[in-house]
């Protein structure tokens, strides 16, 4: 794995990474490029972007290179890229992802939100072709890892959520909402959910304003709002709504800012000290961060509701303890798993190989049989075996004869001895010849 979070980042370096689906796209592509065996999965939320990278050949992932891809397409500098991921390999990956899909690595401890996120990422590279057996297994794991987390642990009972701490920051504010006008930019899930909460407030109306007229259309439907209580206005009304509003929550997908100072400078003067409360759960950031410092404007990014969701208690560690436990266990049986998919895999590979080696001499003896006599079959099929064998050991010999071959060599041949039984056997002649001791 390959990523950052918001453990490990600032919003300002995380909406630098995020991506979009067009961009993940690009990015499985660009990877594939890479070598052709590779299989990945991106996730990238508001919180974190991870790409989790297997090589179908059993090989080693070339972290720079993984990385150089990343920064092309983030436009961004290799030496930054580096500077800002954190790589995680085998068993901490497994065990990583397993503790993401369960939500225990969230913002809001125990969340099911980043779940439905993973089984999207993992839908979309499967459908790109990027997710393969390794990648199945993996995330199928994770997927069950997380249902039993959350049904026998209840860790995400009662959760003060990203959407219910912004409630606790618009009640700073406004002391009643009967009267307030709020105005939703973005009409995705964390749109959805943040104007739900919002939406038990009772506010006088709710309008809804989005690129996309049909997404804003779909969400109005699903949030139940009609004339005059609120409903959907075109993206040409922003700068109005903004007259008009009271609490804004901001959840596009846009790349940059859609709201700067130079746009809300003029409109906070006409607003005539009437306080906004700004909540921009975008990444990127739909609001740009000088905005906080326009009078009578309370503006409120991820890194305020992540500051204040860590200085809650939340007493759950019983229930953590318990959640750490069935991770581990997950973990350890995926890990055994992929090994042992990898091990099968080796295997054929090697069966396929010696196979091959069979058959030529196999072709060889044949021919010579076809004009021996009955004196010569024994030392034909003498010749066919000892020259198989000696096919058969030649590549491990000379590795083990390589003069710069270092300590290894020490455990390739403690590995053919235990693999062959050759522990404690005594050796009837000691002649040299491809003596692996």
Same mark, same amino acid.
């Given at each position: 794995?390959?990523?950052?979070?918001?453990?490990?980042?600032?919003?300002r370096?995380?909406?630098?990474?995020?991506?979009d689906?067009?961009q993940?796209?690009?990015? &499985?592509?660009?990877?594939?490029?890479?070598d052709?065996?590779f299989?990945?999965?991106?996730?990238?939320?508001?919180?974190?972007?991870?790409?989790?990278?297997?090589? !179908?050949?059993?090989?080693?992932?070339?972290?720079?290179?993984?990385?150089?891809?990343?920064?092309?397409?983030?436009?961004?500098?290799?030496?930054?890229?580096?500077?800002v991921?954190?790589?995680?390999?085998?068993?901490?990956?497994?065990?990583?992802?397993?503790?993401v899909?369960?939500?225990?690595d969230?913002?809001?401890?125990?969340?099911?939100q980043?779940?439905?996120?993973?089984?999207?990422?993992?839908?979309h590279?499967?459908?790109?072709?990027?997710?393969?057996?390794?990648?199945?297994?993996?995330?199928?794991?994770?997927?069950?890892?997380?249902?039993?987390?959350?049904?026998?642990?209840?860790?995400?009972?009662?959760?003060?959520?990203?959407?219910?701490?912004?409630?606790?920051?618009?009640?700073?504010?406004?002391?009643?909402?009967?009267?307030k006008?709020?105005? !939703?930019?973005?009409?995705?899930?964390?749109?959805?959910?943040?104007?739900?909460?919002?939406?038990?407030?009772?506010?006088?109306?709710?309008?809804?304003?989005?690129?996309?007229?049909?997404?804003?259309?779909?969400?109005?439907?699903?949030?139940?709002l009609?004339?005059?209580?609120?409903?959907?206005?075109?993206?040409?009304?922003?700068?109005?709504?903004?007259?008009?509003? %009271?609490?804004?929550?901001c959840?596009? !997908?846009?790349r940059h800012?859609?709201?700067?100072?130079?746009?809300?400078?003029?409109?906070a003067?006409?607003?005539?000290?009437?306080?906004l409360?700004? &909540?921009?759960?975008?990444?990127?950031?739909?609001v740009?961060?000088e905005?906080?410092d326009?009078?009578?404007?309370?503006?409120?990014?991820?890194?305020?509701l992540?500051?204040?969701?860590?200085g809650?208690?939340q007493?759950?560690?019983d229930?953590?303890?318990?959640?750490?436990?069935?991770?581990?266990?997950?973990?350890?049986?995926?890990?055994?798993?992929?090994?042992h998919?990898?091990?099968?895999?080796?295997?054929r590979?090697?069966?396929?190989?010696?196979?091959?080696?069979? %058959?030529?001499?196999?072709?060889?003896?044949?021919?010579?049989?076809?004009?021996?006599?009955?004196?010569?079959?024994?030392?034909?099929?003498d010749?066919?075996?000892?020259?198989?064998?000696?096919?058969?050991l030649?590549?491990?010999?000379?590795? &083990?004869?390589?003069? %710069?071959a270092?300590?290894?060599?020490?455990?390739?041949?403690?590995?053919?001895?235990?693999?062959f039984?050759?522990?404690?056997?005594?050796?009837?002649?000691e002649t040299?010849?491809?003596?692996?001791?």
């Amino acid at each position: 794995m390959i990523g950052l979070s918001h453990h490990t980042a600032a919003l300002r370096v995380r909406e630098r990474l995020a991506l979009d689906d067009a961009q993940a796209t690009q990015l &499985l592509t660009q990877l594939r490029t890479l070598d052709e065996a590779f299989e990945a999965v991106v996730l990238s939320t508001c919180n974190r972007t991870e790409i989790y990278i297997a090589s !179908g050949r059993g090989a080693s992932v070339p972290i720079q290179a993984v990385q150089s891809v990343i920064a092309k397409v983030c436009d961004m500098s290799l030496p930054e890229v580096e500077d800002v991921t954190e790589v995680s390999r085998g068993a901490a990956t497994i065990r990583h992802l397993l503790r993401v899909t369960c939500g225990l690595d969230a913002m809001v401890l125990g969340e099911t939100q980043v779940l439905g996120q993973a089984k999207k990422a993992y839908r979309h590279a499967a459908t790109n072709g990027s997710a393969g057996a390794v990648m199945h297994s993996l995330f199928q794991a994770a997927f069950r890892c997380a249902k039993e987390v959350h049904t026998t642990t209840g860790i995400g009972q009662g959760n003060l959520s990203v959407a219910s701490a912004a409630i606790r920051f618009a009640r700073q504010i406004f002391a009643t909402f009967e009267d307030k006008t709020v105005v !939703g930019l973005g009409a995705g899930e964390m749109a959805k959910l943040t104007l739900r909460h919002l939406q038990g407030l009772n506010p006088q109306r709710i309008w809804l304003v989005n690129r996309s007229e049909s997404h804003a259309m779909a969400l109005a439907r699903n949030l139940d709002l009609h004339p005059p209580q609120g409903g959907v206005r075109p993206i040409e009304d922003l700068d109005e709504l903004i007259l008009a509003a %009271d609490v804004m929550v901001c959840a596009t !997908g846009a790349r940059h800012p859609i709201l700067d100072a130079e746009r809300m400078r003029p409109l906070a003067r006409q607003r005539r000290h009437r306080p906004l409360f700004i &909540l921009d759960i975008a990444v990127p950031r739909d609001v740009a961060a000088e905005v906080r410092d326009l009078p009578d404007c309370y503006l409120y990014d991820l890194d305020d509701l992540q500051a204040h969701l860590a200085g809650v208690k939340q007493n759950r560690q019983d229930r953590l303890d318990l959640c750490e436990r069935l991770v581990g266990e997950h973990a350890e049986t995926v890990a055994h798993q992929l090994q042992h998919a990898d091990i099968g895999r080796m295997i054929r590979r090697l069966r396929r190989k010696l196979q091959a080696m069979a %058959d030529v001499e196999q072709q060889r003896t044949v021919r010579k049989l076809a004009a021996a006599t009955d004196a010569d079959v024994g030392r034909i099929l003498d010749q066919h075996t000892h020259r198989l064998i000696n096919k058969i050991l030649h590549l491990p010999l000379q590795k &083990l004869k390589q003069p %710069d071959a270092g300590p290894g060599t020490r455990h390739y041949a403690q590995a053919i001895e235990s693999l062959f039984a050759l522990n404690g056997e005594e050796d009837p002649e000691e002649t040299g010849q491809d003596d692996v001791r």
